[in-house]
């Protein structure tokens, strides 16, 4: 048994952005973080020699371990208060795009890319709002910090570094199991390792496990009473294209973040993480589920630019399984893959055939994810889901003329998981006393820069 001031669970950017700002406020308080997975320096992934993922056990070092899911994909840093989900609605928006405009500067710190993309308003991104207005989309003015894949992993390092000179603990391949409860306050949590069980008792729990820890966490507000609410689920695409087709957007933007609500259904659906010049990657949660994701490096480019398309699910009474319904989504497409991503060519969705491994030889575009499967992911994305985002490519073409083109190639499942919002209040006070709860598992925020606040905030408090 151990006792520590602040205990953190998950190292991901919300749980190291606490400790972090708790330092950099002068605290005194003993603070633990508890990772499952391993260090920066340990995390490795195979397939960089195996040439094919080989479903790492127990867990796979792209979407866990130090600094979480989101340094070892794109490492791009939104710096706008409308993208990275709702915590603005929690703590106000002139609070939000402080603590970004704060938090980013923690980035430079630590060896962040000093150029930023998106900022100029040219006649170039002029014509690309006027064409988004014309087809009925949003563009959302967001400059973008991209660390670059490879350059995120060194700068994480640098700050993994900083907090153990710092005095902070960090207990390594070590799995928080359940909290401490007596009555409605959390004395803290208990772990299994290598060695077996222990608890840790704290005066302060933070939980920040990130998408990768959603469903524990669900299962946690219902094992203890945790008060929350149905959250979002993103269910969608990653959508690849030869670079010479999305180039004006690639020079302008960078990244376009695009949103439309489509008819017939009027669902939000978005563009994310566009990755110009980069690869599409595979990656794998719990329960051998396999989702496919986008990595954009620094310095190793390819002919193509790749970009998930979002569609929000949003479910009301009954329903309260949300993540558990875009697992049995993904389920089924990586059955009909045989437990590979599934590809296949726009043209044939809209001709109402599968695509064959053979006809994507033939094609201007080659997938940047070798591995993947051709196949029919119609036979396993939701009806709603499917024509959202077929409608949406098509209001896209008029943005990115050739971008519905036969030959643009969807892999299936994207799947973004949040877990059921918890209910907390502006200090991120839970109902059960001494918890909170952070970053993307909380299900108020999405992606790196939004969580890395909600943890700069959340160091504040407990300094």
């Not at 949406?392 to 643009?408: L, R």
Request: with cysteine; aromatic share 8%.
């Amino acid at each position: 048994m151990k006792k520590y001031d602040v205990v953190i669970v998950g190292a991901g950017p919300a749980g190291i952005f606490t400790a972090i700002e708790m330092i950099k406020r002068g605290t005194k308080k003993s603070i633990l973080i508890i990772e499952k997975g391993k260090s920066i320096e340990n995390r490795k992934c195979p397939k960089a020699k195996t040439g094919r993922c080989i479903n790492c056990k127990p867990n796979c070092h792209i979407t866990t371990g130090f600094s979480g899911a989101g340094a070892f994909s794109d490492g791009k840093l939104s710096l706008s208060y409308e993208v990275g989900g709702d915590l603005p609605l929690l703590i106000g928006e002139d609070k939000a795009q402080e603590t970004i405009d704060y938090t980013d500067k923690i980035y430079l710190e630590f060896g962040a890319d000093t150029h930023v993309e998106g900022l100029e308003n040219s006649d170039e991104v002029k014509e690309i709002r006027k064409r988004a207005i014309q087809a009925g989309l949003k563009l959302v003015d967001c400059p973008i910090r991209h660390l670059g894949t490879e350059k995120a992993q060194a700068l994480y390092l640098s700050i993994e570094k900083y907090l153990f000179a710092n005095g902070v603990d960090i207990l390594f391949d070590s799995q928080c199991v359940d909290l401490l409860l007596d009555g409605e306050k959390c004395l803290g949590v208990r772990i299994s390792d290598e060695n077996g069980t222990d608890m840790i008792y704290a005066e302060h729990t933070v939980v920040a496990t990130g998408r990768r820890g959603a469903d524990w966490l669900e299962q946690l507000c219902t094992d203890h009473g945790i008060a929350h609410q149905p959250g979002t689920v993103d269910i969608g695409v990653r959508v690849e294209v030869r670079n010479e087709v999305i180039e004006k957007i690639n020079k302008a933007l960078y990244e376009s973040k695009l949103v439309g609500y489509p008819k017939p259904f009027k669902n939000k659906v978005r563009t994310f993480c566009q990755n110009p010049g980069g690869f599409v990657a595979q990656e794998n949660y719990d329960n051998d589920l396999a989702v496919v994701n986008g990595h954009s490096y620094k310095e190793i480019k390819s002919g193509n630019t790749n970009l998930a398309i979002l569609c929000s699910h949003n479910f009301t009474e009954p329903f309260n399984q949300p993540i558990a319904y875009a697992q049995k989504v993904g389920e089924l497409t990586n059955m009909l893959g045989a437990g590979h991503i599934l590809v296949q060519r726009f043209g044939d969705i809209l001709d109402g055939k599968r695509t064959w491994q053979k006809e994507l030889s033939r094609s201007n575009l080659k997938p940047t994810l070798p591995d993947a499967v051709a196949g029919d992911i119609t036979a396993a994305m939701p009806y709603r889901a499917m024509i959202n985002i077929i409608n949406f490519i098509q209001a896209m073409d008029h943005v990115v003329p050739g971008f519905a083109a036969p030959e643009t190639l969807l892999y299936s499942p994207e799947l973004k998981f949040y877990s059921n919002r918890i209910k907390m209040d502006s200090d991120f006070n839970t109902n059960i006393s001494g918890l909170h709860c952070l970053g993307d598992s909380s299900g108020w925020t999405r992606g790196l820069m939004m969580a890395s606040v909600h943890g700069v905030l959340m160091g504040r408090i407990l300094a």
